[in-house]
């Protein structure tokens, strides 16, 4: 039988229609560096989402939509505000730093959003050349934290950005489970409340690999493909990740996967509810759910399902679905985490 765990949608396989789309485009020889029809139509998809005016970008990873896309939003000498959770902040091996020069100026939020209010205080600091100057926010769609920023917060913080010379920047590695959890379009929570930046996310939501950098003003994009270059995140065979965007974006496969993870994360947290030892962290709102366990149990239950420790000091752990878990899986893990507590 095949072994699934809850511990990160990266750890999932590839969606057989994703497969499929990779194994089709496999034929004959293209063109490489993306001046091919998969590419071509590929971004006409992303166009159909997000709007006519968008510039589109493919690249390998997440950790490189995010560095590449901030590069092209700043100066060395500005400053990126972001939670202290996110992924920028804390999984990136100081990547964003390192390539754009920017200081991270993180700070700290319950529940992994960020609000003006968080971002006021540097703003103190603008024009005085011993500071670094904030210039971007920029927030995960959904969090690190499993939540969902609704489309009002996203225009409020938008607004803030604007009208203080700042851009807003979307790490939207889950961006497809934050759209599925609050029944929208991925353009209402991006074009329509002034998003400038986004960095969409493929890998989690059955790719194989292959995100994308999209740019909402083209004027931010002038220059980019020098930046991927240089960047070392020029595909030469382009065409398979345009392929599998194809396949994601075409019709509705990007809502079906995240609509399933964020549904199995809710059965989840129903079924864990029902034990009196467990404890929420944060309300589910995507494919993450945030409890605390008795520390003592973790490692028996990590055994059969490996999940992560997300705080230690807490004993406060993460379990992450993913476009196929099934129900059995959580029935399952559900019956051994009873045993275990019992
Ligand atoms: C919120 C978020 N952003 C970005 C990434 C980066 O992805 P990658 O590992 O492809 O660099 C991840 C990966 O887990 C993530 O969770």
């Known amino acids: 039988m095949s072994k699934r765990s809850f511990a990160s949608d990266n750890n999932s396989g590839v969606h057989p229609e994703i497969l499929k789309a990779i194994s089709a485009a496999n034929d004959g020889h293209v063109v490489a560096y993306g001046d091919d029809p998969y590419t071509d139509r590929a971004v006409a998809l992303f166009r159909k989402h997000f709007g006519k005016q968008v510039e589109v970008f493919f690249v390998f990873g997440g950790t490189g939509a995010n560095v590449l896309g901030l590069k092209a939003a700043t100066e060395p000498y500005h400053a990126v505000v972001c939670a202290e959770t996110a992924h920028i902040n804390v999984d990136e091996c100081g990547a964003p730093e390192r390539f754009t020069g920017c200081k991270l100026l993180d700070v700290a939020t319950s529940d992994g959003k960020i609000t003006p209010e968080h971002v006021k205080p540097f703003l103190d600091h603008i024009g005085f050349e011993h500071h670094v100057q904030a210039r971007v926010i920029s927030i995960?769609?959904?969090?690190?934290?499993?939540?969902?920023y609704t489309p009002r917060e996203l225009k409020?913080?938008?607004?803030?950005?604007?009208?203080?010379?700042?851009?807003?920047?979307m790490d939207g590695a889950r961006i497809a489970n934050a759209a599925a959890s609050?029944?929208?379009?991925?353009?209402?929570?991006?074009?329509?409340?002034?998003?400038?930046?986004?960095?969409?996310?493929?890998?989690?939501?059955?790719?194989?690999?292959?995100?994308?950098?999209?740019?909402?003003?083209?004027?931010?994009?002038?220059?980019?493909?020098?930046?991927?270059?240089?960047?070392?995140?020029?595909?030469?065979?382009?065409?398979?990740?345009?392929?599998?965007?194809?396949?994601?974006?075409?019709?509705d496969l990007w809502r079906r996967n995240a609509e399933h993870s964020n549904r199995m994360a809710q059965l989840l947290a129903a079924e864990?509810?029902?034990?009196?030892?467990?404890?929420?962290?944060?309300?589910?709102?995507?494919?993450?759910?945030?409890?605390?366990l008795p520390k003592k149990y973790i490692p028996l239950l990590q055994k059969k399902y490996f999940f992560y420790v997300w705080n230690e000091q807490t004993s406060e752990v993460r379990f992450m679905t993913s476009f196929d878990t099934t129900e059995d899986d959580i029935k399952d893990f559900v019956r051994l985490v009873r045993k275990t507590l019992a």
């Open 156 to 169: 409020t913080l938008s607004s803030f950005a604007h009208k203080n010379s700042m851009l807003l920047h």
């Open 140 to 148: 995960s769609q959904s969090t690190e934290m499993g939540t969902v």
């Open 272 to 292: 864990l509810a029902k034990l009196p030892q467990i404890k929420f962290t944060q309300k589910v709102e995507s494919n993450g759910v945030f409890a605390i």
């Open 182 to 251: 609050l029944r929208i379009d991925l353009r209402k929570i991006t074009t329509d409340v002034g998003v400038d930046v986004l960095s969409f996310g493929g890998a989690k939501n059955g790719m194989m690999f292959g995100e994308a950098v999209v740019f909402f003003d083209p004027k931010l994009a002038v220059g980019f493909k020098y930046l991927r270059k240089q960047g070392t995140h020029l595909p030469s065979k382009m065409r398979f990740i345009s392929a599998q965007f194809e396949a994601l974006l075409a019709k």
